[in-house]
């Protein structure tokens, strides 16, 4: 079964900061991956993923992520920090292949950024 | 413009007494999914339906339940059996694999 693990469950940087977030996966198969942004009371919103193809994916609002098989990892990074980056982010992945598709969830990250 | 649609955003409801939530989407997806948040514990998995009157127990199925009798809804039944239904509930819904999921607002239950 596949897993997906979040390194730290809150991240704090200052704005204008690098901000760089890490996702591991387990699996025999590499997987599709995602990350997604989730603001307070509200639903999850997809930043970006990761199918095929080129490893470097690029999202909305000035994040990226890097698919690295040798290392299992799709860590989350984005150059300069803004207030308007806080909030939760969650990794995900699926090698279900198709039938019974389902997504697995890393714990979530909480970052802050103090101004 | 497609999307999904939770309703309401906000519930409150006395013990013992059962509560439906509302799904609805218009993107044409054949996969929906309920999950539960509570601080500090990600996203975990109640139901699953992959397609119409088809329907599969997630991770915390127990003092829930669902329909699916159309494609578009997918409602979920928080009953007086769920012993801390308090918590705020996401619908979402899938096209394929590699397609990632669409999440719906949420509907904050609070029971008093």
């Known amino acids: 079964a596949q897993s997906v693990t979040q390194l730290g469950s809150h991240v704090s940087v200052s704005e204008g900061a690098l901000v760089l977030l890490r996702c591991n996966y387990s699996s025999s198969v590499p997987p599709y991956l995602f990350w997604y942004v989730q603001y307070p009371n509200q639903g999850l919103q997809l930043l970006l993923k990761?199918?095929?193809?080129?490893?470097l994916v690029k999202g909305i609002n000035g994040f990226e992520a890097e698919f690295k098989k040798s290392e299992t990892s799709f860590h989350l990074t984005k150059p300069s920090a803004h207030m308007s980056d806080a909030a939760e982010y969650f990794c995900a992945g699926d090698n279900s292949g198709g039938s019974n598709y389902k997504l697995t969830f890393g714990k979530g990250t909480l970052l802050t950024v103090n101004p | 413009d497609g999307g999904i649609t939770q309703s309401p955003k906000y519930l409150f409801r006395k013990e013992g007494q059962n509560v439906t939530l509302s799904c609805e989407q218009n993107l044409n997806h054949d996969a929906m999914y309920w999950y539960r948040q509570d601080p500090g514990q990600g996203l975990r998995l109640i139901y699953y339906s992959q397609i119409v009157n088809d329907f599969q127990k997630g991770d915390i199925a127990e003092g829930y339940s669902v329909s699916r009798e159309k494609k578009e809804s997918f409602p979920l039944t928080v009953t007086s059996a769920q012993k801390n239904p308090t918590a705020f509930y996401l619908c979402?819904?899938?096209?394929?694999?590699?397609?990632?999921?669409?999440f719906g607002s949420g509907t904050r239950l609070t029971v008093v």
């Open positions: 979402a819904s899938s096209i394929a694999a590699g397609g990632g999921y669409t």
């Open positions: 990761y199918t095929t193809g080129a490893t």
